[in-house]
């Protein structure tokens, strides 16, 4: 027992087991420190082969290949049986990366259909979301793809565990790594320049900032409104929704048309500029920003449904003044983005300042212009 106890404090302090014993006297101190952070999931262990396939995951694996979530070159992420490609209407933004996302459900296990929140989940199933970059190499001047990381959250009889995983330089594989890391990154920017910037990789103890309702890790992303949208499975154009429905694999919804739909945040044709203003800061704020989330003491509210506005920050003053708010007095001023600390906030890169504070160094300048114009069209009630 002692001696798995000291392997699990060794993650925290990158020390080789070999030299265990020369840090007992050190590590005893920092032991409790270590191992009481539930949130740090036991040592992984090494596979050589794929375990999936109708099977549940008992403990953390080191690769990503090892879980057999694709088949073939495992850069390309063609899923294997029971891992299920998804998307949604309006994504969190994260440094401009692209997102392909997926689900997997072990035989005959089912997602539940909720109005509100996040689809509830069976033991076994686990949400994967792979974070990747399109840019131009300055060498060959040829299109390049390349993977960052992989993150996964592990539904555990009920308890989510969530685990990131760093891909290699060859695109072979991804690592487990619960410490975090900095990856520099060139990409061709929608200006169509080419920039460079650290993409940062959050350590174990950030998802939690995030994917947290009441307290517990969970999904945030997985809704009915974010996946009612059309994807296309097998070359076919069909709602999501309905196709998990047909594969038997969602339960509890009646009739697609009496479910809400997510307005994607940059397709006019998708809502009216407050509706998409609106489904961009549920996506992007309202993880922290809800009565459940992380950020419930701060008052300011805002998914989707919420109807205060004042709970959206209309005329809403800060919690706590300062460097964040920028001496401003208002979240939003009706009328006027300028004076308004959202736009202030969104518009940093500096940690103290920006908003979100975790998954983003570069600003959102298509986002930002949103928000901006959204405050812009309000009325002023003053």
Same mark, same amino acid.
């Given at each position: 027992m ?20 020369? !840090?007992?006297?050190? #590590?005893?101190?920092? +032991?409790? *420190? ?15 082969? #794929? ?8 403990? &953390? ?10 088949k %073939?070159?495992?850069?390309k ?15 969190? !933004? ?17 997602? $539940?259909f ?9 033991h076994? $199933? ?15 001047? #040829? ?27 060859? =695109? ?6 619960? #410490?975090?890391?900095a ?11 080419l920039?460079? +910037? ?25 809704? *009915? ?10 070359s *076919?154009?069909?709602? @999501? ?32 500029? &407050? ?5 961009y ?7 922290c920003? $809800? ?6 003491? $701060?008052?300011?509210?805002? &998914? ?7 709970a ?7 919690? *706590?003044?300062?460097?964040?708010? %920028?001496? +401003? @007095?208002? %979240? ?9 600390? +959202? ?8 940690p ?9 160094s570069?600003?959102?300048?298509e986002?930002? &212009? ?6 812009? =069209? ?5």
């Amino acid at each position: 027992m002692i001696l798995k106890d000291l392997q699990r404090m060794l993650i925290c302090l990158n020390v080789k087991a070999s030299k265990a014993y020369l !840090f007992i006297g050190l #590590t005893s101190l920092l +032991f409790v *420190a270590c191992v009481e952070d539930k949130n740090i999931p036991p040592k992984a262990r090494k596979v050589s082969s #794929t375990i999936l396939q109708n099977q549940t995951v008992s403990q &953390e694996l080191e690769q990503l290949s090892a879980y057999g979530f694709f088949k %073939g070159k495992l850069s390309k992420l063609e899923p294997e049986t029971n891992v299920y490609p998804y998307d949604i209407n309006t994504p969190l !933004f994260s440094n401009y990366a692209l997102k392909e996302r997926f689900v997997y459900l072990p035989h005959a296990t089912k997602m $539940s259909f909720e109005e509100n929140g996040p689809m509830r989940f069976e033991h076994g $199933s686990i949400l994967i979301k792979n974070f990747r970059y399109e840019h131009l190499e300055e060498d060959n001047q #040829t299109n390049a793809s390349k993977l960052i990381e992989t993150r996964l959250l592990i539904n555990r009889e009920g308890k989510w565990i969530p685990l990131n995983y760093i891909w290699n330089e060859e =695109q072979t594989d991804a690592y487990l790594n619960y #410490t975090g890391s900095a990856v520099p990154i060139k990409y061709r920017h929608t200006d169509g320049k080419l920039k460079t +910037f650290e993409y940062v990789v959050p350590n174990n103890n950030q998802c939690k900032n995030c994917h947290s309702i009441d307290n517990e890790i969970s999904p945030v992303g997985m809704t *009915a409104a974010q996946l009612n949208k059309e994807y296309s499975f097998m070359s *076919a154009q069909i709602n @999501q929704l309905n196709y998990f429905k047909t594969e038997e694999r969602l339960i509890g919804m009646n009739n697609l048309d009496e479910v809400a739909a997510m307005p994607v945040w940059n397709d006019v044709s998708s809502g009216n500029i &407050e509706n998409r203003a609106h489904a961009y800061l549920d996506a992007n704020c309202a993880h922290c920003h $809800s009565k459940r989330g992380s950020a419930k003491n $701060s008052g300011l509210y805002l &998914e989707y449904q919420q109807a205060d506005q004042r709970a959206r920050g209309v005329y809403k003053p800060p919690v *706590a003044a300062g460097k964040g708010s %920028g001496d +401003f @007095q208002y %979240g939003i001023v009706p009328g006027k983005a300028e004076e308004s600390i +959202f736009t202030y906030r969104m518009a940093s890169v500096d940690p103290a300042i920006r908003m979100p504070e975790l998954g983003r160094s570069v600003v959102h300048q298509e986002g930002l &212009e949103l928000i901006k114009a959204y405050i812009n =069209q309000m009325q002023s009630s003053n």
